[in-house]
């Protein structure tokens, strides 16, 4: 009978050890490459290119390294940390938790001084908003000549936005960037540009808190509103007023033509010639020269040498011939 029980325990131990799962394989890191598509946030056109996509997960939010291109002398990668805090996945995420909310500008010096060793930093005095809220940053030169920068931001409703089951979660950013040729405005303009791409699909997860209120001056009478760019006295037909001089359009020189010379009337009646051995008499200004006549001119329609008659003389002696 004993053995009869101990037969049974025995088949029914490597039952169980037949159907038993072997355990899944675990990294140490948490830390995983992941396609750039699936990116938490992305540069704005023509930013620094994305490169690769580290992201761990934690017990309370999900983090990830979005490399950048970069051409800088200073050691270091160029990279986008979107640290998106909420309700993860429990069977994928790790042991360790990251801390969430504001951090004072102690917390700030110590994480520049990690991501940028030995470059003098200087944060900035002056108060900038991206179209998630407002950021800090801090720039600085290292001394391979890069122009470096670190931004800062948390995305977060806050007040009485923020209720016990909606606008729950937040979104930490850092930005650690160089180059070597772009001023600190080109940088900076990274801030500005990026674009959060993931989010929680659950209805009591918004960071972003309620979408402001319309203009108050919207709709209601004695507020005038005109298009930009137009004052009152405009209108969108209206053509822009020209501000560039003429176009002139390059024309073949003017050609000068001689004035032509009045045709002078023929002269009529014969013409008498000098006489002999005496130089043709110089005409006037504006008066036709007299040619001598040869044996081919001829008179102006006869197509004849014209005669010239003799000259009639005197009888003094009462006799009707001359000599």
Known sequence: MASVASGAGLALMLAIGGCAQPPPLMRSTGTSLVAAETAFALPAPGGPAVTAVLERRFANATQQDILLSTSAHTPGQNMLRVQIFGPVDTAAAGESRLREGYLPLSNIGSEIRQALPGIRMQTSPYYVQNKYGPFGYAAGRSASGDTCLYGWQRISSTGVTQTWIGNKGSIQVRLRICDQNAPEQKLLDVMYGYT????????????????????????KPGQPIYPVGVSRFETVTTPPAATQQPRRTAHAPRQVLAEPQPTLPAPVGPTVPPPPGTAPIARASGQPAVAPITESSKAAGTGTVPIVPPPPCAATDGSRTCN
């Not at 791409?197 to 001056?217: L, Q």
């Open 196 to 219: 959060i791409t993931s989010y929680f699909k659950t209805g009591n997860w918004n960071p972003y808190g309620e979408p402001p209120p319309p203009e108050a001056s919207l709709g």
